[in-house]
């Protein structure tokens, strides 16, 4: 009897000491799944600085466009974007046709378990569109919540941590964005020109009338000679002082753009300068557009000022 009870108790042992190892691995694999970093490739660096402050620390991101001196719109992909592809988790493109190199890699490099999100699909934007999207605040906003709502389904048991870290960005963002309506309340209707089309949005978020000839900054920006009749209503258009500001981006710097800017310099007329991507690359996005907004404000004030 006592054999068989000593037989007992250290079967009841060991099966305890089974279930207790079980359990000890599967809270570990639970563990695990559940503090997974999130693989994000942006295609961009401006929304790669909004995505990883909406993950946080439950993200890894790699932004594929941010060399300052280069034109986004003439990146060329590599094997290792095929690789960072193929490895997400969660992708961002801008889409209508801004970065068409990396609907081709999505394509190379298949996988069941990525996200992607094409903010130009979100936005009901098609090739063709003005794809400066992120100039625009309301579409900012738009896209901030479905990057928040994508990395949720991604990882569920993080949604509040994620939603938290939306709510600290909108207030963020707010910054800027009241800046722009400031501008709107005080200089809305002033007449301002631009070498291309990447400040159309803000132009129109701020009440700006944008007047440059539109064949003119679309062919600029898509990296085509615009029409002759559009190059000399642009330079009559500085040359009789027509406009209060020239806008122009650092990133697509062209003779054509050089001259306009000349023009600008011998009638006193204010110029700013814009990026496509952020700069410095160590900067987040709302500190870079704010920055860009302020040298805005600081332009038109120049001009009310008539110095």
Do not use: C
Not at 204 to 230: R, Y
Not at 237 to 266: C, D, G, I, R
Not at 274 to 284: H, L
């Amino acid at each position: 009897m006592k054999r068989k009870s000593k037989f007992i108790i250290a079967l009841v042992i060991l099966v305890l000491f089974i279930l207790v190892i079980g359990v000890t691995i599967s809270n570990s694999k639970t563990s695990k799944t559940n503090h997974r970093t999130i693989q994000v490739v942006a295609g961009e660096n401006f929304w790669g600085s909004l995505v990883s402050q909406i993950g946080g620390a439950k993200v890894s991101v790699i932004s594929i466009v941010s060399d300052p001196n280069a034109d986004p719109h003439e990146y060329e992909s590599n094997v290792a974007n095929a690789r960072e592809f193929s490895n997400a988790n969660y992708v961002i493109l801008n889409g209508a046709g801004y970065d068409s190199w990396g609907n081709k890699l999505l394509s190379s490099t298949p996988n069941s378990n990525r996200t992607v999100l094409d903010v130009a699909k979100l936005l009901n934007k098609k090739n063709g569109d003005n794809p400066h999207f992120w100039y625009n605040p309301d579409y900012v906003n738009s896209v901030i919540n479905q990057m928040e709502l994508n990395l949720a389904n991604i990882d569920p048991n993080d949604a509040s941590y994620f939603q938290k870290n939306l709510e600290t960005l909108q207030k963020s963002l707010s910054i800027y964005q009241n800046r722009i309506k400031n501008i709107k309340q005080t200089y809305g209707g002033t007449n301002v020109a631009a070498t291309e089309d990447i400040f159309s949005y803000l132009a129109q978020a701020a009440g700006l009338n944008l007047v440059s000839p539109t064949s003119f900054i679309e062919a600029v920006a898509e990296g085509n000679d615009p029409p002759t009749s559009s190059v000399v209503q642009f330079q009559k258009q500085l040359e009789n002082s027509q406009v209060k500001l020239l806008v122009y981006n650092e990133q697509t710097v062209t003779p054509l753009t050089n001259n306009m800017k000349k023009l600008a310099t011998k009638q006193n007329i204010p110029i700013i300068g814009v990026t496509e991507t952020i700069q410095p690359s160590n900067t987040s996005f709302q500190d870079w557009m704010n920055n860009q907004v302020i040298k805005l404000q600081n332009g038109l004030n120049y001009m009310e000022s008539g110095q």
